[in-house]
Nanobody
Framework: QVQLVESGGGLVQVGGSLRLSCAAS????????MGWFRQAPGKEREFVGGIWWNTGRTYYADSVKGRSTISRDNAKNTVYLQMNSLKPEDTAVYYCAYSSRSYLDARPNEYDCWGQGTQVTVSS
């Protein structure tokens, strides 16, 4: 079983930056993916992007493309979401998720386990 612990959320002004972290522990498959999602009040959980762990290849949703970077640290078993030029519409609870599948999927129900979530609030 994989456990995910997130950190790094907070309150930031429009145009600011944040880096979210997601530390994974437990048994992982050799070829897996990690996704980042967010959920604003009253809205469905939205795929933000993800990373193929073994190659480091990344994919971003259009809503954050060009403003965000996903990376990983193999030694720390940690994945990061760096977000820049933040907008009020980026305000949400952000989640990381682990999938034992070798493909990256935007559907939340394709992920095996989730972090606890971290609040990001962008003030104007």
């Amino acid at each position: 079983q994989v456990q995910l612990v997130e950190s790094g959320g907070g309150l930031v002004q429009v145009g600011g930056s944040l880096r979210l972290s997601c530390a994974a522990s437990g048994r992982t498959f050799s070829s897996y993916t990690m996704g980042w999602f967010r959920q604003a009040p009253g809205k469905e959980r939205e795929f933000v992007g993800g990373i193929w762990w073994n190659t480091g290849r990344t994919y971003y949703a259009d809503s954050v493309k060009g403003r965000s970077t996903i990376s990983r640290d193999n030694a720390k078993n940690t994945v990061y979401l760096q977000m820049n030029s933040l907008k009020p519409e980026d305000t949400a609870v952000y989640y990381c998720a682990y999938s034992s599948r070798s493909y990256l999927d935007a559907r939340p129900n394709e992920y095996d386990c989730w972090g606890q979530g971290t609040q990001v609030t962008v003030s104007s």
